[in-house]
């Protein structure tokens, strides 16, 4: 592996940091407030985009790691930043994304003039420092340190509102997230370290961190350390400690948005496939017959999640029991241990990130323009707001899994590595197609009622009209560019290639 020295990780990671400071300095100016918000934004994805050239393999780039060593701790124990193509995967998405988000952010929380907005955009922007620096972890050790950081820098953007209900989710949501890290990761970490006297993470997916005499030795520890950090990353939402998502759904909308887009559950599922493929590989997985049990667990939570979606009246609750379902597929991807299952898996991170932060902005651009939440009040609204619809039905067809949009990518791929497989295919193709069926069933019928459903009777839309453009101009890029990563997979399938080799 070619490896060079940087310090362009820091650098992207502190310009978080730098933006959250920012903002609580100029917290009785709103619109300089903002504007650090988007300075740090924007300088964030430029430094991230600038390591593209060297980090992308070819043609785009040289395929190289960058390396930024902060501390030494122990031997095999360092916080250190290391930046390949898996961490691209989800670095590129989550830093253009805060873009997007900043402008919704000042569109929603002013069009309902919420109050705390100076600390919000300071949890928001520490989010993100925590969310990339997962992103950018070398080992273990420093990955296991930034996902705390992600849980207690949005424990009070769930809190955001101050009542009763706020409290409640943001309760659930840091109880969920702190016990199962601390219960479940802190000593799967220990113990893996005890093992091999390292927490840095291999240098390609087959080969793993445990030698062929540990795991002969203590093959059944191994699976234990494994199941371990599979449920310990609660925030990968995999039932059944996904009951903190829907719980979240009290917090604002573009909290909401950051949550299950951005942030945190991508973290979830990210420290999930890290750990996965770099610190166990797919040789040992298979070597202990873990893929085929983890794909079948995700399955339960892709089949249920989604028929509990259906039973949701409330748009985001819907939503977020989507998340839950969705998630799964990228670690079912990854659990597959076939090229295409892996490459579908982890695509996935990009694809639903677009989608689902669609979907959410969608649904606080409603809920400022009418104040309805509830699908069965929006008959008709779609005539109203065509935009705001135009983009849901674009994001609910990727999350579908449809042509031409981004989820048919994920979807195909998927399929491909379903059929790679030497045995299972049948079951897993069997959930794939369900899986598919039941989000049409929960997707379709908002679109349906918007544009062609009778508006109730009484019910006067005078006066309706689309939420301000600083949140209808998110919307739409996100939605368009689900249209474009579909048509054109390139860019990312170039990184999720390079992983699989």
């Known amino acids: 592996m070619d490896t060079i020295f940087s310090v362009k990780p820091l650098l992207a990671i502190l310009t978080a940091l730098a933006g959250a400071v920012l903002v609580m300095l ?111 972890s070398d080992n273990l050790f420093t990955l296991y340190l930034f996902y705390e950081i992600v849980s207690v820098c949005t424990y009070p953007l769930v809190a955001h509102h101050q009542d009763e209900e706020g409290y409640e989710g943001a ?106 493929l770099y610190v166990f590989g797919t040789d040992l997985m298979h070597g202990l017959n873990l893929g085929i049990p983890t794909a079948y667990f995700v399955s339960f939570t892709i089949l249920v999640a989604s028929i509990i979606a259906l039973t949701k009246d409330n748009l985001k609750a819907r939503l977020a029991y989507s998340t839950v379902s969705q998630l799964s597929y990228i670690i079912l991807g990854v659990a597959l241990l076939t090229p295409s299952g892996i490459q579908g898996g982890l695509v996935h991170i990009a694809n639903h990130a677009f989608a689902k932060i669609t979907l959410f902005f969608c649904a606080g651009a409603i809920y400022v323009a009418t104040h309805k939440k509830t699908i069965s009040e929006m008959s008709g609204l779609g005539r109203t707001m065509p935009f705001t619809f135009a983009a849901f039905a674009i994001a609910s067809l990727s999350m579908i899994g449809a042509p031409p949009v981004a989820g048919f990518v994920t979807k195909w791929k998927l399929l491909v590595g379903t059929m790679e497989m030497e045995s299972h295919y049948i079951g897993i193709l069997l ?64 990184f999720v290639k390079a992983v699989t080799g």
């Open 431 to 494: 959930v794939l197609l369900a899986s598919t069926l039941l989000n049409v069933a929960y997707f379709a019928p908002v679109t349906y009622r918007a544009f062609f459903g009778k508006r109730p009777e009484g019910e006067v839309y005078a006066g309706i009209k689309e939420a301000p453009l600083t949140m209808v101009v998110p919307l739409m890029i996100a939605a368009i560019i689900s249209v474009v990563i579909g048509i054109y997979p390139d860019f990312m399938m170039n």
């Open 171 to 276: 309760k659930k949501y840091i109880v969920y997230l702190t016990t199962t890290a601390k219960g479940l990761v802190l000593p799967a970490m220990i113990l893996i370290y005890v093992l091999t006297g390292t927490l840095d993470f291999a240098d390609n997916i087959r080969t793993g961190i445990f030698s062929d005499g540990i795991v002969d030795a203590h093959g059944a520890l191994v699976t234990m350390l494994y199941i371990f950090c599979l449920l310990g990353f609660a925030k990968n939402g995999i039932m059944p400690f996904h009951n903190w998502l829907p719980g979240a759904m009290v917090a604002p909308t573009p909290v909401s948005a950051l949550l299950h887009a951005v942030a945190v559950v991508k973290v979830g599922v990210f420290c999930t496939t890290r750990v996965m």
């Open 26 to 136: 100029s917290g009785r100016k709103p619109n300089i407030r903002e504007s650090w918000s988007f300075i740090a934004a924007v300088t964030m994805f430029g430094i991230i985009a600038s390591m593209i050239t060297t980090v992308a393999p070819a043609p785009l780039g040289e395929g190289k790691t960058i390396v930024c060593q902060l501390f030494r701790l122990l031997p095999g124990v360092s916080i250190t930043l290391r930046v390949d193509a898996f961490s691209m995967i989800f670095a590129v998405v989550a830093s253009f994304l805060w873009i997007l988000a900043v402008f919704y952010s000042a569109g929603y929380m002013r069009g309902l003039n919420e109050h705390a907005q100076t600390r919000f955009n300071a949890c928001f922007a520490l989010s993100l420092f925590g969310a990339i620096g997962v992103a950018f």
